[in-house]
Antibody, heavy 116, light 107 residues
Framework: EAELVESGGGFVQPGGSLRLSCAASGFSFSSYWMNWVRQVPGKGLVWISR????????TYEESVRGRFTISRDNTKNMLYLEMNSLRGEDTAVYFC?????????WGRGTLVSVSS | DIQMTQSPSTLSASVGDTVTITCRAS??????LAWYQQHPGRAPKVLIH???NLANGVPSRFSGSGSGTEFTLTISNLQPDDFATFYC?????????FGQGTKLEVK
């Protein structure tokens, strides 16, 4: 069964950094684009980044561009999100999602809290 | 960037009712639209893709229609598990985006 499991969330001070990981299993990870989506508790879904199978085509939502970096390791079936210069408004649950056009597989999310 | 706008933001209904949610795109997205359902504390689940195609395992009381810039999600014969928040999403270009969500609550 296809599964995504995020990890790496936690508490961080403003200006700090955090690296999220997403472990994929049960499908051919190297064949699919992947995404990160975040959700402030009680608010809506916001797509923040997307990466193609080779890691050569990458896009970001405007609010994270220049601060966040998406990457992947197809040999380890892993997706990553490096987050720098974190702000209070980055506090959210971060989901990774498999891209088949629609996002057909989602992880359960990992909570990132940015606060002093 | 393409903006997605859903209406209404909140919808009150009863078990057995039929409800419709509308999603509008700020530019033409052909049929590249998906609908998701999310229960509190859970990950979203895809219901509809390519505007009108039912995802695997999704009950037939869910249906989608539309193309271009205007789309609808219709849920017939509402069941207790259907009460949740629904999102539309386009995947027309490299920057997919979601609507702001529609919360379906029990009247």
């Amino acid at each position: 069964e296809a599964e995504l499991v995020e990890s790496g969330g936690g508490f961080v001070q403003p200006g700090g950094s955090l690296r999220l990981s997403c472990a994929a299993s049960g499908f051919s990870f190297s064949s699919y684009w992947m995404n990160w989506v975040r959700q402030v508790p009680g608010k809506g879904l916001v797509w923040i980044s997307r990466i193609n199978v080779a890691g050569t085509t990458i896009t970001y939502e405007e609010s994270v561009r220049g601060r966040f970096t998406i990457s992947r390791d197809n040999t380890k079936n892993m997706l990553y999100l490096e987050m720098n210069s974190l702000r209070g408004e980055d506090t959210a649950v971060y989901f990774c999602a498999k891209d088949s056009g629609p996002f057909d597989i989602w992880g359960r999310g990992t909570l990132v809290s940015v606060s002093s | 960037d393409i903006q997605m706008t859903q209406s209404p933001s909140t919808l009150s209904a009863s078990v057995g009712d039929t409800v419709t949610i509308t999603c509008r795109a700020s530019q033409n997205i052909d049929m590249w639209l998906a609908w998701y359902q999310q229960h509190p504390g859970r990950a979203p689940k895809v219901l509809i893709h390519e505007a009108s195609n039912l995802a695997n395992g999704v009950p037939s009381r869910f249906s989608g229609s539309g193309s271009g810039t205007e789309f609808t999600l219709t849920i017939s014969n509402l069941q207790p598990d259907d009460f949740a928040t629904f999102y539309c999403q386009h995947y027309y270009d490299f920057s997919p985006s979601f609507g702001q969500g529609t919360k379906l609550e029990v009247k």
